[in-house]
């Protein structure tokens, strides 16, 4: 079982539309990224978050520490929104533990 | 305006020969990771470094090498020993210290191995 699972691997929409991304994972401490992998290979972070919910935008991230669990929403998507979205809880202070990514396409 | 720069951005080498990636960043930050990813699967840690002239190894360090002179370099070698070096390398800083820090990705260099 892979220690960071996300879902789904693959998604498409409709410009426009309200998309959800999960993440679970089995080991980790208390935080997590939420990163974004645009096709020419570069990694923007989204967000680091420990506790509750942040908003950036139109991207909301949510996290639950107890259940081990991590949501990432993104309102109205647009076409730019395309991207590979990568979650990956902290294993330590100094670690990160990344998962293989959720691929978003929004078409026109 | 801070941030990471890797270079290049694609590099092509022959069998058998050691290369060296570059990475630089001017945010000041104390600690800097290399990673490599492969198609379907997450990024791998490779180095870090927490603190300038000391680095520690990752989880698939093997045929790899770092050096951490300055704060603001961290360049890594692919040497020969390395079995299947065609990949794309990236390079991440991030504040450092006790607490988890936000880390800052370079844009990658796609190194494939002929």
């Known amino acids: 079982k892979n220690e960071v699972e996300q879902s789904p691997q693959n998604l498409t929409a409709q410009e426009g539309e309200f998309i959800t991304i999960n993440c679970s994972y089995s080991?980790?401490?208390?935080?997590l990224h939420w990163l974004q992998q645009h096709p020419g290979g570069g990694i923007v972070s989204l967000f680091m978050?420990?506790?509750g919910k942040k908003k950036h935008g139109r991207l909301i991230a949510t996290i639950n520490i107890q259940e081990k669990h991590s949501s990432l929403h993104i309102t109205a998507s647009h076409p730019r929104d395309s991207a590979v979205y990568i979650c990956a809880p902290f294993y330590n202070t100094d670690k990160l533990i990344f998962g293989t990514g959720t691929r978003l396409q929004v078409f026109p | 305006d801070g941030g990471i720069t890797q270079s290049p951005k694609y590099l092509f080498r022959k069998e058998g020969q050691n290369v060296t990636l570059s990475c630089e960043q001017n945010l000041n930050h104390d600690a800097m990771y290399w990673y490599r990813q492969d198609p379907g699967q997450g990024l791998r840690l490779i180095y870090y470094s927490q603190i300038v002239n000391d680095f520690q190894k990752g989880d698939i360090a093997e045929g790899y090498s770092v050096s951490r002179e300055k704060k603001e370099s961290f360049p890594l070698t692919v040497t020969s020993a390395q079995k299947n070096p065609t990949a794309f390398y990236l390079c991440?800083?991030?504040?450092?210290?006790?607490?988890?820090?936000?880390?800052?990705f370079g844009p990658g260099t796609r190194l494939t191995v002929l």
């Open positions: 080991v980790g401490i208390s935080a």
């Open positions: 991440a800083s991030s504040s450092g210290g006790r607490a988890m820090n936000e880390q800052f």
């Open positions: 978050l420990s506790s």
